[in-house]
């Protein structure tokens, strides 16, 4: 919040009169002159006064004491209406009056549900599509189901035009049934809609999350009122239930989001400690895309072309090209997370005012005896948490979910042209007992993809896209036997029950932790003996 609010201060951190270019900072990019320069214009760190105030504001009972006329939350829903503008906003940018605007949004509380941790150098649109489909997923999942409940009903009343032919072999019997693609562009469309419509959805604003965003909760317009709040951060930290780390690869080059890390863990140390990689939800929101484009392809090609699985897979593998890129370069930004938080240096960490670094590192002393020990607990316990907390949200089953919608909604297009065309009850029943099956086996393949996608993350050889393209025709290789299996098994009626059986109580079981960490030591162990069957070889 700090950095943030230091780097717009008319006064303190003025374009004119700082060595920082605000500007720059604004749009990404890198700071100019050393990152510890001292503003003109900020409290000189040997000012008079100034070493005592640190070190009495450096104890736990001053830093985390707050005015209770400071504490103020916007909802998260609030920032995330109209296309989240509140999030793109540049204060330094804006008169009087509209900071004056800005700051009015808030609302005066006791406490926060959440407190956002950002930099402002990462794009607002990157932190809003990450806080929109995490908060507001469900929303996107219900209006899909409210979408194609209907439109079954109206393939079976027969009230749909279908101007194509779906040519398919189910129990020997070869259909060629009239069909045209509803379910699946609506649903998504239906979806997209209610994904960014959600903010603004009375049930959503009812359950308000008190959201501490410093932009809009600290009066940008005062500068008096503006150092308050950056002085008042370590106590606004304390009055919060969560600490949401909305974390890019600048992250950790931030004084004061290391600072707002240390401080939340002194005043909450059994407080939620959220890390939310920016690259998550835009990973999937380009799979959920990518999906969409391969169940359109696919059905626009049915009128032309006979159904073919190796059709299928082809256009799937063209399709997800852009999905794989998006989610090795994802993968290589947790490395480098994971490589920032293992090499931590606090004297290379950058700040734009020499006085608030010297406010933050004076209080960093206080909390943890030294600067030395501090790094220590960055590089140890932090980056366990962060880790642990990273692992769990890589790959959210509902993602998943949702990622799969659009092909899920072309297989019920088939299985409203069966119910339409008046096929026989065992075969529509079937046709839907296989969509179903496959849709939880695609869920195993999401968390494959993403799996080599990691696994193949950094690039081998300079045409990184063929390196892409590997990753996808080696997971598209990898799916031919569990779909295979799965249609073969639904030819007959005991198979098909079989298989589903089988593969919901599979889905059932990876869910569990104990045949997680069951499947975590089998890969470790596999991976030491390998290693040792290297080293003996060698």
Same mark, same amino acid.
């Given at each position: 919040? =700090?950095?943030?609010?230091?780097? @717009?201060?008319?006064?303190?951190?003025?374009?004119?009169?700082?060595?920082?270019?605000?500007? +720059?900072?604004?749009?990404?990019?890198?700071?100019? /002159?050393?990152?510890?320069?001292?503003?003109?214009?900020?409290?000189?760190?040997? %000012?008079? &006064?100034?070493?005592?105030?640190? *070190?009495? =504001? %450096?104890?736990? &009972? &001053?830093?985390?004491?707050?005015? %209770?006329?400071?504490?103020?939350?916007?909802?998260?829903?609030?920032?995330? @209406?109209?296309? /989240?503008?509140?999030?793109?906003?540049? $204060?330094? +940018?804006?008169?009087?009056?509209?900071?004056?605007?800005?700051?009015?949004?808030?609302?005066?509380?006791? #406490?926060?549900?959440?407190?956002?941790?950002?930099?402002?150098?990462?794009? =607002?649109?990157?932190?809003?599509?990450?806080?929109?489909?995490?908060?507001?997923?469900?929303? !996107?999942?219900? !209006?899909?189901l409210a979408t194609a409940v209907p439109l079954l009903f109206l393939y079976w009343n027969r009230a749909l035009p279908l101007v194509a032919i779906y040519p398919t072999t189910f129990d020997s019997f070869e259909l060629r049934v009239p069909y045209w693609p509803w379910i699946q562009p609506a649903t998504f469309l239906a979806a997209a809609a209610a994904l960014f419509l959600a903010p603004h959805c009375i049930l959503h604003r009812f359950f308000t999350t008190r959201c501490f965003y410093d932009v809009v909760c600290v009066n940008q317009a005062d500068p008096w009122e503006q150092r308050q709040g950056i002085n008042s951060i370590a106590g606004l930290l304390a009055a919060s239930k969560q600490l949401r780390i909305l974390w890019s690869p600048s992250y950790l080059s931030r004084l004061w989001c290391v600072f707002e890390i240390a401080a939340y863990r002194k005043a909450?140390?059994?407080?939620?400690?959220?890390?939310? $990689?920016?690259?998550?939800?835009?990973?999937?929101?380009?799979?959920?895309?990518? /999906?969409?484009?391969?169940?359109?392809?696919?059905?626009?090609?049915?009128?032309?072309?006979?159904?073919?699985?190796?059709?299928?897979?082809?256009?799937?593998?063209?399709?997800?090209?852009?999905? %794989?890129?998006?989610?090795?370069?994802?993968?290589?930004?947790?490395?480098?997370?994971?490589?920032?938080?293992? *090499?931590?240096?606090?004297? #290379?960490?950058?700040? #734009?005012?020499?006085?608030?670094? @010297?406010?933050?590192?004076?209080?960093?002393?206080?909390?943890? /005896?030294?600067?030395? #020990?501090?790094?220590?607990?960055?590089?140890?316990?932090?980056?366990?948490?962060?880790?642990?907390?990273?692992?769990?949200s890589r790959v959210p089953f509902q993602y998943c979910i949702l990622a799969l919608s659009p092909i899920f909604g072309f297989q019920l297009d088939v299985f409203g042209a069966l119910i339409n065309a008046r096929a026989p009850q065992n075969i529509a029943i079937k046709f839907l007992g296989q969509s179903i099956t496959i849709l939880a086996v695609a869920v195993w393949g999401v968390r494959l993809f993403f799996w080599l996608s990691q696994k193949m993350a950094q690039p081998i050889f300079k045409l990184d896209f063929l390196q892409t393209a590997l990753v996808v025709l080696i997971w598209a290789v990898m799916q031919v036997i569990p779909f295979w299996s799965v249609l073969r098994a639904f030819q007959t009626d005991e198979g098909g029950v079989a298989a589903a059986a089988v593969v919901f109580t599979l889905l059932a079981a990876s869910r569990l932790p104990a045949c997680k960490t069951m499947l975590s030591k089998v890969i470790r162990i596999s991976g030491a003996q390998g290693k040792m069957r290297t080293s003996s070889s060698g």
């Open positions: 919040m =700090g950095q943030q609010m230091c780097q @717009q201060e008319s006064v303190c951190c003025s374009a004119e009169t700082c060595k920082v270019d605000i500007d +720059k900072l604004a749009d990404g990019a890198p700071m100019e /002159g050393p990152a510890d320069a001292e503003c003109p214009q900020c409290p000189p760190s040997d %000012a008079s &006064g100034s070493a005592s105030y640190l *070190e009495e =504001g %450096a104890q736990l &009972g &001053g830093l985390f004491s707050v005015d %209770a006329e400071t504490v103020r939350f916007v909802s998260l829903a609030s920032t995330l @209406q109209s296309g /989240g503008w509140m999030w793109r906003v540049r $204060p330094e +940018k804006m008169n009087h009056t509209e900071l004056l605007s800005l700051w009015a949004r808030s609302t005066q509380t006791d #406490a926060f549900d959440v407190f956002v941790s950002h930099t402002w150098s990462t794009p =607002g649109h990157c932190k809003y599509l990450s806080l929109l489909l995490s908060s507001c997923w469900h929303y !996107a999942l219900a !209006a899909w909450n140390p059994h407080g939620e400690l959220r890390f939310q $990689p920016l690259f998550v939800e835009r990973d999937i929101l380009v799979l959920w895309t990518c /999906g969409f484009l391969a169940a359109v392809l696919f059905s626009a090609m049915l009128s032309s072309f006979t159904y073919s699985s190796v059709l299928l897979g082809a256009i799937l593998c063209l399709v997800f090209l852009p999905g %794989a890129h998006f989610v090795r370069r994802g993968y290589r930004e947790q490395d480098l997370l994971l490589r920032n938080l293992a *090499e931590f240096d606090l004297s #290379a960490v950058s700040c #734009a005012c020499d006085f608030d670094r @010297q406010f933050i590192l004076s209080a960093v002393r206080s909390w943890y /005896g030294s600067t030395d #020990a501090f790094v220590e607990y960055v590089r140890g316990p932090i980056r366990e948490e962060l880790v642990e907390t990273m692992q769990q």
